[in-house]
């Protein structure tokens, strides 16, 4: 994986008395394959992480009790209680290590909520990295992912980014052997988000229904599209299961994917559950003229450009 985050290294011995900062990227997924509904109430995944360069930042100070403060996407609308996943990170890392969860945590951020890029997911990702070092515990990274599986199925990914196949539930993570590529996406960000958990319920009704597509199955096409350059073969590859529930659940989401085709994308598709979209372009330069036409088209609340992939979770 590239860009791996190292528990040994001088990043992870840092950390006496803070203040530390950790930025932490956006995911998209390259391939979403949903299996069945297990009896957990989790589908089984077989899904392509990738980290693109869209962040948010933690800084983690000391402090005599645990408080949260935020600034950026979702400031005001996202509890800032036991509720979130930030506090909820810190708490499972403390209990773990055994140390009192004492921190003063300041989140900006970039990532949109509940928009199918994984940002509160990352959020707790950059807190158990920031507070390990902030504290001190200095546990290992199998030892960090293994917490991080607990808060959230895309959690341990964050911990690690880069480019990964995720199985199980999507916690189970292994790196993606890829040839030194970056990848240039533009990011369509819609007004308001979607629930994850409806999404998923959504597709299992078309499946009952028997009006779903049949599943994706297996990563091979777009494993061996990763390991060559020319984004039009990995633009074929793409594909997300989720995609047909999101569309259900927002409509306008058609007319998205179809603003980002007319203006020239090699391929757009739903980011994980929604309603983000993201495109994949030829180059910098392309992706930079995508994002304008995608903007003048009036279908985004907001449109950006981003690469990847990019490092997780790390401090800055
Ligand atoms: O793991 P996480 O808490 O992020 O998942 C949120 C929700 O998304 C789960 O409660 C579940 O409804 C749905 N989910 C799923 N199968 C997965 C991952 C998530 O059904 N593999």
């Not at 950790?22 to 980290?51: C, F, I, M, Q, S």
């Not at 807190?127 to 341990?156: F, H, N, Q, Y």
């Not at 929604?274 to 994002?291: I, K, Q």
């Amino acid at each position: 994986m590239t860009e791996a985050w190292r528990p040994d290294g001088e990043d992870g011995r840092r950390g006496a008395g803070g203040p530390v900062k950790v930025r932490v990227p956006a995911k998209v997924n390259l391939h979403l394959g949903v299996g069945p509904l297990r009896r957990d109430g989790y589908h089984e995944l077989n899904t392509v992480y990738h980290a693109i360069s869209i962040y948010d930042e933690l800084t983690a100070r000391p402090g005599d009790t645990l408080t949260l403060t935020m600034e950026g996407e979702g400031a005001g609308e996202l509890a800032l209680d036991d509720s979130n996943l930030v506090i909820r990170a810190a708490h499972a890392l403390a209990g773990y290590a055994g140390v009192l969860p004492h921190a003063r945590l300041h989140l900006r951020k970039q990532i949109p909520l509940a928009g199918g890029l994984a940002g509160g997911s990352a959020d707790a990702a950059a807190t158990l990295v920031a507070c390990d070092a902030l504290w001190g515990t200095r546990l290992s990274r199998e030892e960090l992912a293994g917490i991080a599986a607990d808060l959230g199925s895309d959690v341990p990914f964050l911990i690690h980014g880069g480019t990964a196949l995720g199985t199980g539930r999507g916690e189970a993570v292994s790196p993606v052997l890829a040839r030194p590529t970056s990848w240039h996406w533009v990011v369509g960000i819609a007004d308001g988000g979607l629930s994850t958990p409806a999404a998923y319920r959504e597709l299992d009704r078309l499946r009952e229904a028997g009006t779903a597509r049949p599943p994706l199955g297996s990563t091979d096409a777009l494993l061996a599209a990763l390991r060559q350059r020319d984004p039009r073969v990995l633009a074929a590859a793409l594909g997300n299961d989720l995609q047909d529930a999101a569309l259900a659940m927002r409509p306008a989401l058609a007319d998205t994917l179809k603003a980002g085709e007319a203006a020239g994308a090699l391929a757009g598709i739903v980011s994980g559950s929604g309603p983000t979209c993201v495109f994949l372009a030829a180059d910098e330069a392309h992706a930079r003229g995508l994002a304008r036409d995608l903007t003048a088209a009036g279908v985004c609340r907001e449109v950006r450009v981003a690469h990847g992939p990019v490092a997780g979770a790390r401090i800055v």
